[in-house]
């Protein structure tokens, strides 16, 4: 490296075209893009998702591993990865919000009910996003349960709603009580952060919403519906995909 480039490298701070070059390449982001279910996969499994060869997939894996992006478990014989945090799949995010829109349509009535179920509702790793997560994002808004006149911030009155609600946030953690997520298929902020990780959680738990097969997606179910009526006035038109 040159002494001019040194200096810029100086100047610029940190090195963020380490992390833009990681990404740049479409099969490890596509790797980071199925990984955004919050689950750990194996090297097989994310080379039969991408349709490349075992060995280019762990050579994928092991920069991203190298780059903080991903995380590696061992459980006996078996290596698994998964995202670094929360953080990189709030990054991921994000970045996948600015891309262009895929333009090939889906060639199958399957593909094009995958892609629309994901745009409706699904997790962006621990938390809630699609048109349902930007949905109780604007409507923790509009009932001052949320504020974002500093910066998105959860008031005092939310805090209480999450208690009357039996919904713990752990405390005592280096995670942001409350973040805002770019969403990729609305291009509008959801709901991130510890608050939005416990929402989700609670949601799961207490059956408002259930997995649909074994995407990202997740479905309303009727005993959602109903507690995100009550609890945030959510219509059933908006909570179900087509209005059905």
Known sequence: MGHMDMRRAQVAGPDL??????????????????LLDGRAWTATELARHMGVAPSTATEHLH????????????????RYVRLAGPQVAELVESLA??????????????AAGRRQALAHARTCYDHLAGTVGVAITDAMLGRRLLDQDLG???????????DDLGITVPAGTRRPSVRSCL????????????????????????????????TRAVAVT???????????GLSDELLAPNGS
């Open 97 to 110: 919000s600015m891309a262009p829109a895929p333009t090939p349509a889906p060639r199958s009535l399957s």
């Open 222 to 232: 009727a005993l959602g519906r109903q507690a995100f009526r009550r609890h945030l």
């Open 152 to 162: 998105l911030g959860l008031t005092g009155a939310g805090a209480a709603w999450l």
């Open 63 to 78: 920069a991203l591993v190298r780059g903080n992006l991903l995380a590696e478990e061992r459980q006996g014989r078996h």
């Open 17 to 34: 075209a380490t992390v833009a070059k990681l990404l740049a390449d479409g099969t490890r982001a596509g790797f980071c893009l199925a």
């Open 183 to 214: 969403d990729w298929t609305e291009r509008r902020p959801h709901l991130a952060g510890a608050v939005g990780a416990a929402l989700c959680r609670h949601a799961f738990d207490t059956g408002w919403i259930t997995p649909v097969g074994t």
